[in-house]
């Protein structure tokens, strides 16, 4: 049974309003209609996505404010792929750890990708190249404050599996203050999370400031990364 009401219960009620109230309910399920009368599996889609966003990161990185607008639009489909996978999974009941790391694979990869190509832009509006070791550095800021949790958990892993339940990530430390890491949780995701950094980037693009992305996103993403190794080496 593909019917939109079986397939909408597929759709996973994502707490992102926009993915969960505007790509869910729309391009997310549309595509999930579609995917049914194929023979795509969601291990396929995920992987898809990985290889699709160099498209979107071409345009934006090619340099013109027309290109840019072009990637950033064609950027916001990763929104309906991410959305599609899932569901698609569950109406199928194949649901994988295969699935689940491809998922985390392009969670993890194409952010730091988006910042390589704003800074290939930047470089190029501003005629100094040189402005694409800002990206690259912020791309090593964001693999370090990943790699952090990762070496930790791995640490743990190897000193006694136990003591993982008692492991406090640095969200669940700050989120134990009240409402400063509410606030630091809902600042965290609304500037960090790829949903909104789509929606950033076409924001800036059509106004003409993506150039600016950088100035903002070098120092936040310096103090996490920094922030993430000190908190999780204690």
């Known amino acids: 049974d593909n019917s939109l ?30 995917l049914t009368y194929t023979t795509i599996t969601a291990n396929q889609l995920s992987a898809f996505a990985l290889f699709y ?11 013109t404010q027309q ?16 959305h599609a996978d899932g569901a698609l999974a569950r109406y199928r009941g194949i649901m994988s750890l295969t699935g689940a790391y491809l998922e985390k694979m392009y969670h993890r990869l194409i952010p730091p990708l988006l910042f ?26 964001m693999f370090l404050a990943h790699w952090t949790r990762l070496s930790k958990y791995e640490i743990v892993i190897l000193k006694t599996k136990k003591q993982i339940k008692t492991h406090i990530s640095i969200e669940k430390k700050v989120g134990q203050q009240g409402f400063l890491g509410k606030a630091y949780n809902k600042f965290i995701y609304f500037v960090n999370s790829m949903e909104w950094l789509c929606l950033i980037t076409l924001a ?5 400031y993506l150039h600016w992305m950088l100035a903002f996103y070098l120092p936040f993403y310096t103090l996490i990364g920094i922030a993430k190794v000190y908190l999780e080496a204690k």
């Open 67 to 82: 290109s840019a607008v072009i990637g950033s639009i064609l950027f916001l489909f990763i929104i309906t792929l991410d």
């Open 5 to 34: 009401g079986t397939l909408r219960k597929c759709m996973h009620l994502h707490k992102h309003p926009w993915k969960r109230y505007f790509f869910g309910p729309t391009s997310g399920l549309l595509l999930l209609k579609l």
């Open 204 to 208: 800036l693009s059509v106004t003409g």
């Open 116 to 141: 390589l190509a704003v800074s290939i832009y930047t470089g190029k509006y501003f005629g100094n190249m040189g402005i694409v070791a800002l990206g690259i550095f912020i791309m090593l800021m």
């Open 53 to 63: 966003v160099l498209l979107p990161l071409g345009f934006i990185a090619y340099g």
